[in-house]
Nanobody
């Protein structure tokens, strides 16, 4: 079993920044890829960013490219999402997720474990 705990969400003005953290426990973190997803009210959960086990490969949704950065610290069993130049349309609950293997994955159906989510609200 894997436990994922997100933190770092909050209320920020347009153009501001937040850094989300996801602490993982329950299996050897460094062997597995990780991902960040978000879900806005009335919308499907969508991938935001994903990272391979080593951090050598990353993926970003077009809507966040150039503004968000995913990274990981395998020594701390933690994955991060640095969010800059935030827009009101970034408002959502953000989820950390873990797939069953080390390969970077980009669809929610490929992910096995999920955190409880953290709310990000961007005011205009």
């Amino acid at each position: 079993q894997v436990q994922l705990v997100e933190s770092g969400g909050g209320l920020v003005q347009t153009g501001g920044s937040l850094r989300l953290s996801c602490a993982a426990s329950g299996r050897t973190f460094r062997n597995y890829a990780m991902g960040w997803f978000r879900q806005a009210p009335g919308k499907e959960r969508e991938v935001v960013a994903a990272i391979s086990w080593s951090g050598g490969a990353t993926y970003y949704a077009n809507s966040v490219k150039g503004r968000f950065t995913i990274s990981r610290d395998n020594a701390k069993n933690t994955v991060y999402l640095q969010m800059n130049a935030l827009k009101p349309e970034d408002t959502a609950v953000y989820y950390c997720a873990a797939p069953p293997g080390s390969v970077l994955r980009t669809t929610k159906d490929e992910y096995e474990y999920w955190g409880q989510g953290t709310q990000v609200t961007v005011s205009s």
